[in-house]
C-alpha cells in the first residue's frame, strides 16, 4: 500500500530539442513555483538529453530549487522507451508528489506512459492548476464534455499526481535566486531498453508562425465566409504588425492551417491585442484567448458570446468593417 506521506515536491519535465528549452517548461516553472511554495517544498525541473547540463541555468533562474540532469548518448534523440525508463526509475527513488509536463507532441507521447507505469492518474489539457495545501492533493481542471463545461480533478490515492498543460496557458517568471542546486544522476541503460533507434530526423520546413508568441492576433471564424476574405485579416495583421489565427471551424473549412488554430483543441494565446472577426464565441475558442489583454470582436450578430467576452465589440459586416480598420491602421503607421 502507497504511504502519501512519503511523496513531496513538485516536479516539471525540462523538455528541450536539440539543446533548446521548450518554452511551456519555463510556464511550468512558474506554475509550478506558486504550488510547491503552497506547499512548502522543492521545486525540481527534470533535464534529460545528451550535453545539455548548460541549460540547467537558465532552468535555474526560472524558478527551479533542484535540477536533475540525466545525460546520457542514449537520450540524444527522445524515444518513449528511453525518457519513460529514466522519469520513472528516478520517481520511484525520490518520490516526487506532483510531476507536470507539457502538452507538446513529445508531452502528449511520455505522459500517459509515464503515468501507467507508476500507476498513478494523468490529467491532461489542463487550464487551471491548484493544491490543497492539507493533504497535497493536485486540483487539476480541465475543460470536459466538448468543452460545455469545466472539470476539477483530483487524484487522492496515488502519487505522483500528473498533469500535462498545453503551451501558452500560464506565464513564465524569472527570479533572482541564484541558490538551486544542480545534480548529475546516472541511469544506465541495458541492451532492449530502448526498442527503437532513431536513424534519421528529418525536418518539415514551413513558413509557419508561432502564433502563441504574438503581441497581435486578428482571427477569423466562420463568419469569415471565405478563404478570399481572409487575405483581408492578413492584410490588417500585416499593418498592425501582428498574425492571423482561426477558430477551428475556419481552420476546417480548408481556409487557413491548423497550426493558426486558436482554442480548445488548438493553441492557447494572451496577446496584447486579439481582433475576433466571424467568431461565434464558443467556450472551446475562447478557453484559448479568454486572457488577452484587450479583445476587439468583430461580428454581425450583437448577442453573440463572444461579444460578452471582448472589450470592444462591433457590430457590423466584416467586409465593410475591415477596410475601414486597415485603412486607419495604415494612416496611424504613416503619421508615426
Request: proline letters at 3%; one cysteine or more; hydrophobic letters at 40%.
Amino acid at each position: 500500500m502507497m504511504n502519501i506521506a512519503d511523496y513531496k515536491g513538485v516536479w516539471v519535465f525540462a523538455e528541450q530539442r536539440e539543446g533548446k528549452l521548450q518554452k511551456v517548461s519555463l510556464e511550468l516553472l512558474g506554475e509550478g513555483r506558486k504550488i510547491a511554495d503552497k506547499l512548502g517544498v522543492k521545486l525540481t525541473a527534470l533535464l534529460l538529453g545528451h550535453n545539455i547540463e548548460g541549460l540547467a541555468k537558465e532552468l535555474g533562474t526560472h524558478g527551479a530549487d533542484e535540477i536533475l540532469v540525466v545525460d546520457n548518448e542514449a537520450l540524444a534523440n527522445y524515444t518513449t522507451d528511453g525518457y519513460t525508463k529514466a522519469i520513472c526509475e528516478l520517481a520511484t527513488e525520490r518520490k516526487p508528489g506532483i510531476l507536470f509536463i507539457g502538452a507538446t507532441f513529445i508531452g502528449r507521447d511520455l505522459g500517459p506512459r509515464v503515468a501507467a507505469r507508476l500507476s498513478t492518474g494523468l490529467t491532461a489539457d489542463c487550464t487551471v492548476l491548484d493544491v490543497e495545501v492539507e493533504n497535497g492533493d493536485l486540483l487539476a481542471t480541465r475543460p470536459a464534455f466538448g468543452g460545455n463545461l469545466m472539470a476539477t480533478i483530483a487524484c487522492p490515492e496515488h502519487r505522483p499526481q500528473m498533469a500535462t498543460v498545453r503551451p501558452g496557458v500560464f506565464s513564465k517568471v524569472e527570479t533572482l535566486n541564484a541558490d538551486y542546486k544542480v545534480e548529475k544522476v546516472d541511469i544506465t541503460f541495458a541492451e532492449g531498453d530502448i526498442r527503437t533507434k532513431v536513424v534519421k530526423v528529418v525536418k518539415e520546413h514551413k513558413d509557419i508562425v508561432d502564433i502563441s508568441e504574438a503581441n497581435i492576433i486578428v482571427s477569423g471564424g466562420r463568419g469569415v465566409g471565405s478563404k478570399e476574405t481572409f487575405a483581408m485579416l492578413q492584410e490588417l495583421a500585416d499593418v498592425l504588425g501582428g498574425t492571423v489565427g482561426a477558430s477551428r471551424a475556419a481552420v476546417e473549412k480548408g481556409w487557413i492551417e491548423r497550426d493558426y488554430q486558436v482554442g480548445q483543441t488548438g493553441k492557447t494565446v494572451r496577446p496584447t491585442i486579439y481582433i475576433a472577426c466571424g467568431i461565434s464565441g464558443a467556450i472551446q475558442h475562447t478557453a484559448g484567448m479568454q486572457d488577452s489583454d484587450m479583445i476587439i470582436a468583430v461580428n454581425k450578430d450583437a448577442n453573440a458570446p463572444i461579444m460578452k467576452v471582448a472589450d470592444y465589440a462591433i457590430v457590423g459586416d466584416l467586409n465593410k468593417v475591415l477596410p475601414q480598420m486597415i485603412a486607419q491602421a495604415k494612416s496611424m503607421k504613416s503619421a508615426e
